[in-house]
């Protein structure tokens, strides 16, 4: 690969009407001092490459992250769900044992039964009032993880336009106005074929 030091190291051979060593001399300078700008430039571009690729991979896991976060919740949700549903059902079930039992007693047991009633029924609206504590609880857990997925997503969204936007200017810098817009219309191309399939 030639390098600025093989452009200020050339030499040439001298002819009979060869060219001014001093228009030679002053234009290979100003060859050696672009060059070396080119390859500064392409330098940095290659970190800054290495640099969103690292970010990138850095948000991808994030996100893999908090998506584990929501199905380990929503299956928390899931289950205490059906845990609702059986405590509601034993609990309906302890409420018409109790209606039964006060039916078949004398009116002394009713007294206990209409006790045993009441017991029950605090018992299970303290059940109830505790799942639909938890219940809420891990809605609203839920919705921090939501928010902490599209918090992820834009911040990865912002990055990566970000990113594009500086590498179409400095391609423009480089490669001309014409081939950016060509490779655009090509990306675009691209993209409307990715959404046809």
């Known amino acids: 690969m030639l390098t600025p030091d093989d452009i200020e190291k050339k030499e040439f051979t001298k002819g009979v009407r060869g060219y001014k060593d001093t228009e030679v001399d002053a234009f290979l300078d100003e060859v050696v001092e672009e060059f070396r700008a080119l390859t500064l430039e392409n330098r940095n571009l290659k970190d800054r490459i290495l640099r969103a690729n690292s970010d990138y991979d850095k948000l991808q896991k994030e ?27 034993r609990l309906y079930a302890t409420l018409e044992s109790a209606k039964s039992l ?18 029950a029924k605090i018992e299970a609206e303290q059940i109830i009032s505790s799942t639909k504590d938890n219940l809420a609880r891990l809605q609203q857990q839920e919705k921090i993880i939501k928010d902490r997925v599209v918090s992820a997503r834009m911040r990865f969204q912002y990055l990566l336009e970000s990113e594009l936007k500086s590498l179409k200017i400095l391609d423009t810098d480089i490669l001309g106005e014409k081939v950016v817009d060509e490779f655009d219309e090509f990306l675009e191309s691209l993209e409307n074929e990715g959404g046809k399939s």
């Open 63 to 89: 996100k893999e992250s908090v998506e584990a976060d929501y199905d380990e919740l929503l299956q928390a949700n899931k289950e205490l769900s059906t845990q609702y549903g059986e405590l509601e059902s």
């Open 102 to 119: 006060m039916s078949d007693i004398s009116a002394s047991a009713e007294k206990k039964a209409e006790m045993l009633v009441e017991n």
